[in-house]
């Protein structure tokens, strides 16, 4: 444990020393919140020398020698744009001192914007045991933290990867001023999530039970969030949140409901879904059909080409426009075809 300390201190210095950071601990009951702030391009440390060396806590204030950055800037950064970052899963911020941990932090610093990035229950150093209910509870706390007690008056936005998405749309759907909630790669809900992944309704009360009632409602938290710039991106290609579990889906889902004024869909009754093995099974068909023609067009000379457009229309199918075969060739055709 005291390597571990050590080791997370080390890291803690090495960030707050490339980016001029502090770090603070935000209280949220009995729970203290670890986290850094970054200033805008991490050159100058605006904050009043007052709150730091009250509620600062940073390694670097323990160093003999060391001074933080006067400040010379223009503007304070209270009043700079800030982004409260969420961290996906298995990701502290003390990793965030080299690439590609530390992309977003220098991005959002580089673009003019102060940082804060913390830790949820039981990651790095941090006290407690992590749930949705607290993890967003504490998300909520640190956003009170920096607005009442550093004095942040400037716009203020939530980014959340995966498992920070989570905290991301609460904070943003429970604060008007927030400005910026950007979803990145995370779920709708964590009730489709079982369900999607286990094809069944066992698994979903399976996960229920033994998480003791976790929800978090990612998409309508998104959804209701008044924040006037929402952003969201989906990897297609993620092993966990495809598609069909993204907050992408999600959003869709309640916008659709508002449309039909429904209180939910049940998209395998609404609308014809195919399976991924249904899917092989009907365009294996299509090309069995479409090779037939084609040693037929090329067995019989007088055999005219038969397809001559393919449209692909807005839902992705595709209609046959015209197919002209002579009839010694088009009675054989149908034969074989159905056979299919």
């Not at 160093?63 to 223009?74: H, L, M, Q, T, V």
């Not at 698994?203 to 003791?212: E, R, V």
């Not at 067009?297 to 839902?315: F, I, Q, R, T, W």
Request: proline fraction near 4%.
């Amino acid at each position: 444990m005291n390597l571990l300390l050590c080791y997370s201190e080390q890291l803690e210095y090495i960030l707050a020393y490339n980016y001029n950071g502090v770090k603070f601990l935000a209280p949220n009951g009995k729970h203290k919140i670890p986290f850094m702030f970054f200033p805008a391009h991490g050159k100058h440390l605006c904050i009043p020398d007052s709150v730091i060396d009250e509620h600062g806590v940073n390694v670097l204030m323990k160093s003999p020698g060391f001074e933080y950055a006067k400040c010379n800037c223009d503007r304070m950064v209270e009043s700079r744009p800030t982004i409260i970052y969420c961290n996906p899963n298995a990701l502290n911020y003390e990793q965030m001192v080299n690439y590609p941990h530390n992309f977003w932090l220098k991005y959002f610093m580089n673009h003019g914007c102060n940082v804060v990035i913390w830790n949820y229950r039981g990651y790095g150093c941090a006290k407690g045991t992590p749930n949705p209910k607290n993890l967003q509870d504490d998300g909520q706390a640190l956003y009170e933290y920096i607005r009442k007690t550093l004095h942040i008056t400037g716009k203020v936005g939530v980014y959340g990867r995966s498992l920070g998405g989570i905290v991301a749309t609460h904070i943003a759907a429970k604060n008007s001023d927030i400005s910026l909630l950007f979803a990145d790669r995370t779920l709708a809900n964590l009730e489709i999530l079982p369900n999607r992944k286990a094809h069944g309704s066992i698994m979903t009360k399976f996960f229920k039970f033994a998480t003791l009632g976790w929800k978090a409602d990612n998409d309508e938290n998104y959804y209701n969030a008044q924040a006037p710039v929402k952003m969201m991106a989906v990897d297609p290609a993620d092993d966990v949140i495809d598609n069909h579990t993204s907050v992408m889906t999600g959003v869709a889902m309640k916008v659709a409901c508002k449309k039909l004024k429904v209180k939910s869909i049940n998209l395998k009754k609404q609308y014809f879904l195919m399976e991924k093995d249904e899917q092989k099974v009907f365009f294996k068909a299509i090309e069995t059909f479409f090779e037939i023609h084609r040693q037929l067009c090329l067995s019989n000379p007088n055999c005219e080409d038969s397809v001559h457009a393919l449209n692909y229309g807005p839902g992705g199918t595709a209609d046959l426009m015209k197919v002209n075969v002579r009839a010694g060739s088009a009675g054989t055709l149908l034969s074989r075809s159905r056979r299919l």
